[in-house]
């Protein structure tokens, strides 16, 4: 992963400070809607909000809700960009490593996967590396910090939800990992042999390999669905903790219903970070792999 996040400062380090600013900005923003909707369900349940205080708060949350979606607009906007501009950088750097003695001869079929699918995945990656998980870090600790400070214990079941999922995301990673070297370099090897055999003579050894490949991606399968599965099951059970000790705590005088549909919400929210902090775990690690492959071929695309 170190090599990989090298390349990635070294080649768009600059571009990068403005993903991270816009990253933060989203972030600190992502608690905003649930102070409003706490107001405004608590004021409407007391009865001591009027229509224009409701007015007020109700076009304070819209406005917080579509500065968040402009400025998410613009991070997309801006990663997806970058992350062509390295898909081109690297089909570039690869036809040239392709040319260069240093480097040795590249096979034909290694040639045109890591230019078709290599380049294309691990460039794209480029754009959101730094900036996708610091905004959904940022998120999980707005909004996390948000639920805690209007109630403690609410805010420590969200963090109880939480902890677990680490701990599977990081077992279950690690094996599909294994899958993804090995599909990659099967790949490779069916496909060079394809081009520079006939393929009439390969066919029979090439259904073997395309067998094989079927086989290593029902097991990222498996692994892959069975953590969703663990993980799914952690946060509806967070919501429904929450529910119930938030109501109790209504019961008993402790806190107001505002806070419990606020923390609802919260958690709620932390869902999306959370799925999303997952998919980017697995897509660095996946990355880390075929960046190591794609330099054993190529050679560092930063001393170029």
Same mark, same amino acid.
């Given at each position: ?44 349940? $007391? ?14 949350? !819209? ?36 040319? $260069? ?17 290599? /380049? ?14 610091? !905004? ?142 997952? /998919? ?25």
């Amino acid at each position: 992963m170190y090599q990989l996040y090298r390349a990635i400062l070294i080649t768009s380090g600059r571009r990068q400070i403005a993903l991270v600013i816009l990253s933060l900005a989203i972030a600190a923003l992502a608690a905003a809607p649930l102070k409003f909707q706490k107001d405004i369900v608590n004021g409407l349940t $007391d009865s001591t909000i009027k229509t224009d205080k409701l007015l007020e708060l109700a076009g304070g949350m !819209m406005a917080v809700v579509l500065l968040s979606l402009a400025l998410k607009w613009l991070l997309g906007y801006f990663s997806n960009t970058l992350g062509e501009d390295m898909i081109r950088r690297l089909r570039k750097f690869i036809l040239i490593s392709a040319q $260069d003695s240093q480097n040795g001869k590249i096979d034909r079929g290694t040639l045109a996967t890591t230019i078709a699918a290599e /380049a294309e995945e691990v460039g794209k990656f480029t754009g959101g590396s730094i900036a996708d998980p610091l !905004m959904q870090l940022g998120t999980l600790v707005s909004v996390i910090g948000f639920v805690t400070a209007t109630q403690p214990r609410l805010g420590l079941i969200a963090v109880i939800v939480v902890v677990p999922q680490i701990f599977v995301l990081l077992f279950s990673q690690r094996q599909v990992n294994k899958f993804v070297a090995q599909r990659v370099l099967k790949l490779r090897g069916v496909t060079n042999r394809i081009t520079h055999r006939n393929v009439a003579e390969v066919q029979a050894e090439a259904n073997s390999e395309f067998d094989t490949i079927y086989h290593i991606r029902r097991g990222m399968f498996l692994w892959k669905l069975s953590s969703k599965f663990i993980i799914s099951t952690c946060n509806s059970a967070g919501l429904v903790a929450v529910l119930l000790f938030g109501g109790f705590l209504v019961l008993e005088g402790k806190s107001d219903i505002g806070t419990v549909v606020a923390a609802t919400m919260g958690l709620t929210r932390l869902q999306n970070p959370i799925s999303e902090l997952i /998919a980017f775990y697995r897509q660095v690690s996946a990355m880390t792999v075929k960046y190591q492959l794609l330099v054993e071929v190529t050679g560092d695309p930063t001393q170029a």
